[in-house]
């Protein structure tokens, strides 16, 4: 069992920059691909981002190609999450999660099913 924690979520101006992380119980999160997703008040859970165990090839979703980045340490088993020219539209509750697989393709990497274990989530507001 692989426990995963998020932190660094907070309120922001539109325009402004949050870094969140995630930090994994186990060694083997070195092994793992990890993502990013987001659940807006009152939608559907949505991916933001992936990154493979090596740090690369990454994934983002359209909507924030180029203005975040995820980014990993496996040393402190963490993922970051570095977010720029935030949106009120970027307002939701952001999950870290773990696919144990190994397996990385954009296809499988952008589809929750594939994950295998969330924490419970970080808060992002982002004021206009």
């Known amino acids: 069992q692989v426990q995963l924690v998020e932190s660094g979520g907070g309120l922001v101006q539109a325009g402004g920059s949050l870094t969140i992380s995630c930090a994994a119980s186990?060694?083997?999160?070195?092994?793992?691909?990890m993502a990013w997703f987001r659940q807006a008040p009152g939608k559907e859970r949505e991916f933001v981002a992936a990154i493979y165990w090596s740090g690369g090839p990454t994934y983002y979703a359209d909507s924030v190609k180029g203005r975040f980045t995820i980014s990993r340490d496996n040393a402190k088993s963490s993922v970051y999450l570095q977010m720029n020219s935030l949106k009120p539209e970027d307002t939701a509750l952001y999950y870290c999660?773990?696919?144990?697989?190994?397996?990385?393709?954009?296809?499988?990497?952008?589809?929750?099913?594939?994950?295998?274990?969330w924490g419970q989530g970080t808060h992002v507001t982002v004021s206009s």
């Open positions: 186990r060694r083997s999160f070195s092994q793992y691909v």
């Open positions: 999660a773990a696919d144990a697989s190994a397996l990385f393709t954009r296809s499988r990497g952008i589809s929750e099913q594939y994950y295998d274990y």
